[in-house]
Structures are given as C-alpha cells and as structure tokens.
C-alpha cells in the first residue's frame, strides 16, 4: 500500500497497488535527498516543487487582506479568516459567496487559487496573482479574461467544466495523480503520492529503487538499479561543433524518445485517455497529442493557443538532428544549463559564426539575442511570456503570404512583412531557397481555408519523409474524403507508417470513407502497438458486422472495450459522453444507451454543441415521432449557442423531416452563412433552396461552393440537374463532363 492524498479528503486514502515482487510504489521525494542531496536542493528551488501546494501562510503568495477587484460587474474580495485564505465571488448561479482557497497553484508570474466545491471536485478561479516584481507591473489581482465578459452564465466561468482541477490541471501539477471519477455518483475521489511535482513525476516510483539502494535481496543485481524507466539517453553522447559549418553534431544518435516523451506527459498539449500514467511507460498509451491545426497552431506551426513545448520542438531540426529537453534544461532546477540563452545556443553554435553582427545583421546594443529571432514568445493567461520550441527561421514571406506571424515585424511594428522579408532577400544576395525545415505552411493554410489546392499540397506534405512527423500527421488529418487512387494510397501509407503520430493523423479522414472501405482500411489497426491508435481505430470503425473473419472481429471486440474504457475514464467529460453516445448509435445499434449518453452529456455541460447535434440524430434514426424530440433538443443547445451553425445545420434538417419547408430553409440558410467555409452546409441549403423553387438562388449557392473546391461532387451533379431544368444544356454538359473526368480517376467502391 501507499499513502495517497486527495483534495477534499477528511482522511487520508490508501491506494493499493499490485502485489507483487517487482511492483513499485510511490515514496516521496523526501527519502531521495540522502542520496541526491545536490538534485534535491536544486529541484527545492524549482517551479516544478511550487507547481501545487496547500494554501498556507507560506506559499500564497496574493494579497489576502481585504483586497478587491471587479470584474463584469461582479466585485471579488479577498480576505482572511481564522488564519484560512477566502474569496468573495460569484458562484454557479451567480450570486456571492465564500469559498475557502484550499491551494495555491503555481508560483511565477502568477499564482492561481484551487477551490474545493461539493463532490471533491475542485476549481480553479480565473482571477489571479500577478507576481512580478511591481515594477514590472505586478503585485495584484487581475483576471484571465479581461477582454471578455465571464459571468456564472458562460462556459468559461470558474465553477464550469473548462476550469475544473481534476480533468484540467492535477495530472501535470501533482505526482501519481489518479481522478478516479465515479460517473454513478457524479463525484471525484481525485488522490495523489505528492501535491506538487515531485521526483518520481520524472523518475518512476521509487520504491524499488530504495531497495535496490538498500541492497535489499528483492532487487539486488537489478541492472535497472530499481527504476522504472532510464532516462539515459544523454550518457556517453557528446556534441561536436564543427569550425566549418560551425554547428554541432551528435556523437551517437539517439534511437530512442523516452526523456522528451517522459516530459511531453505535461509538456504537450494532449487529452488522456487512460488512468496510470507513470514516469517510464508509454505517452501514446496514455495520451493523444494535438496536432497543429487551428486555433492551437497557426498554419506554419507557430504556437498560437496554450501548446506547451513538445508540438513545437517536434517541428523542429534540433529534434531531428537528437537534442532532447535535458540537452538545454537542467531537468532538477528547470533553469537553463548555462547562465543565459546565448550561453546555451553556443554550446552546439560556434560564438564565431554565429554571435556575428553578420548573421543577426543586429548590433548587440539592441539586445537581440538567439531566442528573440529563432524562438518567438507569445504572452498566454496574460503575464506568462512562452518562448516558441520549434526554433524555425524567420520567414516573413509566409507571414506576407498567409498572415502568419514573424520574428521580424513583432520588433518592427511600423513595418509590414513583405519589407521583412525583401531585407532578408537581399541579406541572402537574393537566395530565396534557404527557408529551413518547415515548408508545410501553404498545405495547412490551404487546408483551413478549405481551398481546392488544398488536397494536392496535403499529399505532398504528407508523403515528404523529411518533413516533421508531425506535420506529416496534420497533413494527412486534414485531408477531405479521398475518391481517387492516389490519395487513397497516401492514406494507406500513413497508416502503416512506422511512426505512431502519423498513424495517427492516418486515421481521420477515414471517417469520411464509405462503411466498407472504412472496415477495411482500419482492420489492421485494430491491433497496433500503441493504445491511442487501437482505441481511435474502433471508433472510426463502422463495427463487428463488416468484421472478416475471427480474429479481426477479436481485434475490434478488444478494441471497442479499450475505446469504452477510456470514454468512461472521462466520464466527466461531456465530449467523452458524447464520444461514448455515438459509439453505442452507430457501432452498437443501442438507441437507448446512446441517449442516455447523449443526455449525460449536455448535463455534464449545456454549453456542449456536439451532445445536442448527435442526440437529435439519435432520434432521428429511431423514427416515429422522434423528429419532435429533436426539434425540442435542437432548440434547447440553441438558447445556448445561438451562433452554432451545426445545431441551425442539424434543425433545419429536422424541420425538412417535418415538413416545415420555410423554416427549414431559414436554418438552413443561417447554418450556411454563419460557417461559409463548411461546403456542406452551404450544399444542403441549395438542395433546399431547389426544393421550394428558387432554383436561381440554388445555382448562385452552387457557384459559391465550385469556387472553393471544383471537384465538389454532390455540387457538381446538382449543377447538371439544376441547369438541365432551366434548359441550359451546353452549360449542364460542362458540369457533367467534369464529373465524367473525376470519375474515371475513381476507385471502384
């Protein structure tokens, strides 16, 4: 057994572990320091020891002494009571209360406060701690939203799922953190081994380890030394500075990823899928990372949303070439291993070269250093300046091109990009082929402005082996419903693909493949090496029924319970709600449980769009009169989403069901024009706009969707129905031979 801590607790809880000989268990960071003693007093000093804590005199560091500000017309105290921490807010229905600050969370520059409500789940408040010195403006309260207006109705409030400490923040800010979220009581019994992120976050639980020390007969001999994982990659490798090239190589090659996947538990930016994470096991069994699309990344992989590190530095040429995060950070301290930035870049990029007026073409009395060209920063919860990892060259002709962001003109305000970016032309003596590793950038921004060069570019990203398996990965996620030979091989050998991410990117537009294929590309899947890619392939799957032969149906069987299992890991979640609703819809053919499901989902949390649109569709397929309970649904998500252009998708739908064509029409039209980019709420509405007559209007409809993307099938057919009804033959003809053309590229289905 191990002693466990959880928030709320009025015990402590014991969490039992496996009971056998080799099974380690957490023991503290403090039985590490008679051995460690130099790496315990530097991780003392750490933000990683401050990342959580009880709320005491010590560590809140806010002032707590009657203090107040107001934000959207609600004015929050902060006070003090019988020697406990105390803020007057507004709670879940708007009114004041007092709430007891249980934990202070972080240190610099800000603090955070973690509030203990009913059902252990914890919060956290969006009113914060600057705590900067006061001459960098800090030493006082502001809110995270400042430029929004957050009251108890909205979906970012503190008391809200999105600010909730269990699901959000504990398994990055505490040790051996398990939720264990109980969906039948709607209740947390979230425990940790340590409140803070302590040594055996990186290590592994420590007590055998502690018995290998002790040379104890259980481990002695172990060539592991009683650890669960070695992060040795670093051992015996050394850089190399050539004085020619002035850069450094490795003298061996890394083969392995154990450190930087070790940190990307709570540097990346991911979901978890599975409880029991422990320093040393596998991330993709127990995460999905992110990939860089938007509103996370911008098109050429700049960090635009809270990304962390780890999908940027895998962008970049450092990673490729074998530099981990303990090659810069010493892991113990979190400073940097040398005593500034420019210190730690010289120590793979010869001084020579590059600390040259030369290649900054900047004088050193304007203090541009290294970081301020290769690694950006972007200033996230308001105060917390984030250097970007992917250490890309500046390309201010992708920001002329796309709007991207750039090094260059977040100096030079006054000046626009294309000026940037002829600067660094003629730096080069007119050389435009030096745009460093990241050349992705037109397929993403393609991809999100759903052009038609968009699928080409996409192929060509994804199929170019020395670009980032990342970007590869967002590459092939992007792509729109392959047809034809060429982009159905692409999708193929991205999902046999050696590397895990990019089988997993592999993955999405494979929902869009018709029920057989899909069965058919997914079935290996079913049984890869990483949990993450089993559990995704059994819910893209279309199910048991259009399984081969016995052990693909094993496969998928066993697969379907890991794709439940993690649904009901998150059973807090309305998303994995939602996920587990549609599971049971379309792979199980269980209205009932779907429902119940679906309805678990919007009380979870009301704000969540997807829930209302896939339990209409539920009601829709049962028949009957459901239409009506999908009426009463869709309208229901819309009191609180008036701007979602899928549930005014879904209801004009539901309306058309209903024979309520003018209605019908009008959501139809409002879904198409609050999202202009999705093409297939813009085809529905002139599929609608026809069925009443408007047949001009139709056309016009149609017009705007072929100019998007001309091979748009369903808009090109319709094209040559719509024009042969007004008698515009020769101009049907083009339309159809163009269908003819994509056609003979097809596959057979």
Known sequence: MVVLRG???????????????????????????????????QWERSHHRAAMADATEQTVLGNFGDATIEYAGTKSRFFKRDGEFFVRTDSSDGRLADFQIRYT?????????????????????????DSRPRAEGGQKWFHLYPGERVTSTDELHWTRPSQNWNYMCADCHSTGVRKNYDASADAFRTQWSEISVGCEACHGPGSRHLAWAANDRSARGDPAKGLSVALDERKDATWHVSGATGNATRSRQRTSDREIQMCAQ?????????????AGKRFYDYYRPALLAPPLYYADGQQRGEVYEWGSFLQSKMYARGVTCGDCHNPHSGELRAKDTKSVCASCHLPAKYDTVTHSRHASATGVTCVSCHMPSTTYMQVDARRDHSFRIPRPDVSDRLGTPNACTACHTERPARWAAAQITAWRGGDTTSHGLQRFADALAAAEGRVARAQPLLQGVATDSTQPAIARATALAELAAPTDRATLGVVGRGLSDPDPLVRLGALRPVWQFPPERRAVFVAPLLADTMRVIRIDAAGVHPGAALTTNADEKTAFEHAADE????????????????????????????????????????????????????????????????????????????????RSAALHHALGLALVRRRQLPAAVAELQRAA????????FTYTYAVALYSTGKVPAAIAALDRILAVDENYRDALAAMVGY?????KLALAKRYSDRLRELASRDVSR
């Open 7 to 41: 928030p709320g607790a009025s015990r402590l809880i014991r969490r039992p572990t496996a009971a056998t000989a080799s099974s380690a268990q957490f023991v503290g960071s403090d039985r590490c320091q008679s051995c460690h003693l130099p790496e315990t007093q």
């Open 105 to 129: 969370f972080g240190v610099y520059p800000l603090q955070q406060y973690l509030v203990a409500l009913a059902n252990g789940r914890v919060q956290a408040l969006s009113i914060a701690w």
């Open 266 to 278: 709570c540097h990346s930016r991911r979901s978890q899928i599975a409880e029991g994470y422990d």
């Open 563 to 642: 794709f439940i299992a993690s649904q009901r890991y998150n059973a807090d979640r309305a998303d994995a709600r939602t996920n587990l609703g549609t599971f049971f819809a379309v792979q199980q053919r269980d209205a009932a449980t779907a429902g119940s499901e679906l309805l678990a989902a919007i009380r979870i949390d009301p704000f969540f769009v997807p829930a209302y649109a896939n339990l209409a569709d539920v009601y829709r397929a049962q028949g009957g009169d459901r239409d009506a309970d999908a009426e009463r649904i869709l309208r229901a998500g819309l009191v609180l989403a008036p």
């Open 673 to 680: 024009s609050l999202e202009p980019t999705n093409l297939r």
């Open 723 to 727: 024009l042969g009804t007004q008698g």
